[in-house]
């Protein structure tokens, strides 16, 4: 333990630079200004919009669906004139809407015909943020839609039954999961697993990608700085020397990863407050048919933690073939294909669906299982929960192994002899 | 008596290049040994098969009756290696190498201290040791790194080039170093292409040529032999 810590704490003060901390912080300074920058966006977006109505109707009707456009969130600015008149003073006046509403609408509504409303829209960008005022115009149209004929069917008949007539077809959702069949919408239910599992695959690739950068970095600069030599001829077992090695590049990982994680939580944060609301009742409510939050965060912790075991073994095993920093960054590059591999596959398509052949591959790859690892969770698939963490330590213990004894063997040393001759 | 180092028939290929072909020699303790050679003999091959850093192919090394292959763990409890290309963790200060090796060698803080008092009396840097690795000229790394090599009192020392890239006077402080390691009890195998260091510090020295022992005995015998007046005549002479 001793010599584990001497060699970690080596390895953590070589990695550990001024110059590997500057842009890392950069980073993490620019998610949090983006964040900060989407927050005001969204309040933009959220503040009341200016909108220019033309009214040629000047009727009770035209009177009342104006006067709910202004309870909507919406500053009206009433003028008159051509279209074209209409929206160069848009333009002018940097308004985005112009509604047009024409002489005929209450005579068209009486007679139970369609009216016309026409709507310009100016584009000038296209952010998602600029849509939102669409968007609740929409909504508007909708109510006085809704409103019109509830009007109209009044007239054809007093006693009708109006919500029937609207909405004659009722659709009830049934959602079996876990062996047990409840009233739930499934779109809402595959939402609510979707959001508390996004941030999986990200501390995923942000500390994998990472550690191994980490690790190669300390074996390549072990071989330029002709430093390892002397090591090797230490009284310290090879095996002590790589896990001291994963071990230092593992907490440099950690902390890099932590401040990565910090700044992005923070920009995540600035969406949150757009769908959150939707999900939480959900959430609430079916809450009783998933696993604890404790066991869940508890298992996903322990996959991340197999999984990062998984791939700084793998760094290991690489780097030792590296015979400086450069080369060493090199030789990881398949590894982060291994991982963006299942990331992708499983993002986009069920496991079970695949061929024979493909879903075989995924299942060699370690990092496929903690992928998996939260629908296995939420789905109460035991056998993939189990087999995947016994199959990522069997992974880790083996890659060591192997990296031990080649980097026993005359092999570390011999390939930089040869290249010198 | 047993002896510091024991080689008995090593050869080592790396592919088709034959790089020791069976050479044997022993290396009594408290002595300095000089092996030298043009570049290409083989020595850096040998040093790293003594040090445990590479397998033979055939023969037998025994670091105080101990074989290198069989015993690697124990032998390198007895030994101490300066390579001719070393370096030193360049964002380490001079005094933190030292703790790190000090604590690969011993769990005892006593021990541990004196290690590190013993090195930062070898490498004489003062309070530069303070500061990192990589602000330190050649010399400076070069001392050390050799403090480091002495400094958990090793049985068994095999410095390559020890004064590779140094001015005079470094040099000297480092020849005043090394005997005074072996005068301690120590025991050093020295390898050089400084044909005058190795005359003024070896008691016996080993001519390598293209992976054989060419010459082997005391410094002043060869001399004999060779009708020469110092040892960089005998290397020419052999090399001619």
Redesign the interface.
Known sequence: M??LL??A??EI??LL?IQLLIPMLAIMLIFTFIGRLMKSEVKKAGNPQTIIIADYDQSNTSRSLIKLIGNSNFIVQELSGDAEFLVNQAKQKKINTVLVIPESLEARVISMQRAEIKVYSIINNFSAFSEIGGATLKVVFRIINDSISTQMIRRINKDAPIATIKNPLKVTDFVHIREQTIQANPTEIKDYFRVQTIFVPVILLIVIIYLSQMIAAAMG?EKE???L??L??????RMQILIGKMLGAGIVAIIISLLFLLGMKYYMGSFNQIGASEVSSIATQSFKLFPSQTVFYAMLTLTLFLAILCAASLATLLSIFASDAKQAQMLITPLMIFVLFPYFITMMIDINSLSPILKIILYIIPFTYPFLVPQALFLNQTTLLVGGMLYMLVFTVITMTIAAKIFS??RV??AK??IR? | MTKACNVQELSKSYGNLEALKGISFDINQGEIFGLIGPNGSGKTTCLRILVTLLKPDKGEVKIFDMDVVKHGAEVRKLISYLPEEAGAYKNLSGLDYLRLVADLYTGDKNQRNEFIDKAVNIANLGLRLKDKVKTYSKGMARKLLLARALMTNPRFAVLDEPTVGLDVINSLEIRKVIKTFVTNGGTVLLSSHNMLEVEFLADRVALLKEGRIFELGLVADLKQKYHAKNLEEIFFGVEK
Request: proline share 4%; net charge positive.
């Open positions: 001793r010599i001497a060699l704490k080596k003060k070589e630079t600069q700085n002709k430093t030599e002397t090797l001829t230490f009284p310290v077992s063997s005359d040393l011999t002899l040869r001759r």
